[in-house]
């Protein structure tokens, strides 16, 4: 595996694509304090952060963390057992960690501008987001492009499509689904 989940310890690699940049690990090795705690905070919307990074530091100043379990087992000693419930408290931290690796936001706000430069005139561009980070990245781009991109667009769905409680019933994985919608201007 390449580390995207802690149920079964495997090496930090995190990468999409296993040929381009730096391991999870070796991002980790390197990474201060503060700049890990803005990963954890900012991609994850973790409000332990600060404890997590601050722990992690301190356990890599004494052993290296390569594995995905050495990760989530620093992650869950720095969160409070009170402050997680439901999910396990790496998730937020994992998704931080794979959103940085891979600079998905970035990829996805090029990515969108992309497909709105080929548009044509009249066409209509269906986005679904299951985060609320990728629904902030589409959701500005669109603002963006509406106001004053080069490209042209006009935002079809002010506030984004949301799945009915019937849907979430029969399909519990949309209950964070979001749909907006943009047509190509010019």
Aim: proline share 4%.
């Amino acid at each position: 595996g390449r580390g995207f989940s802690f149920r079964r310890d495997e090496p930090l690699d995190m990468r999409m694509d296993r040929s381009a940049g730096p391991t999870a690990a070796e991002m980790l090795r390197a990474v201060s304090e503060s700049d890990l705690a803005d990963v954890i905070y900012r991609f994850g919307e973790d409000r332990h952060a600060r404890r997590i990074a601050r722990l992690f530091v301190a356990t890599r100043d004494h052993t290296d963390v390569e594995t995905t379990g050495q990760l989530a087992e620093v992650v869950r000693r720095a969160v409070p057992h009170r402050g997680y419930q439901r999910i396990d408290p790496a998730t937020r931290t994992f998704q931080a960690v794979r959103i940085w690796v891979n600079r998905e936001l970035d990829a996805l706000d090029e990515w969108l501008l992309a497909v709105c430069r080929r548009l044509k005139a009249g066409a209509r561009f269906a986005v679904l987001t299951f985060h609320s980070l990728e629904d902030r990245v589409v959701k500005h781009t669109f603002r963006h492009l509406e106001r004053d991109g080069d490209i042209k667009i006009k935002i079809v769905t002010k506030k984004p499509l949301r799945p009915s409680d019937e849907e979430v019933s029969r399909n519990p994985r949309a209950r964070s689904a979001k749909l907006r919608v943009a047509e190509r201007v010019s």
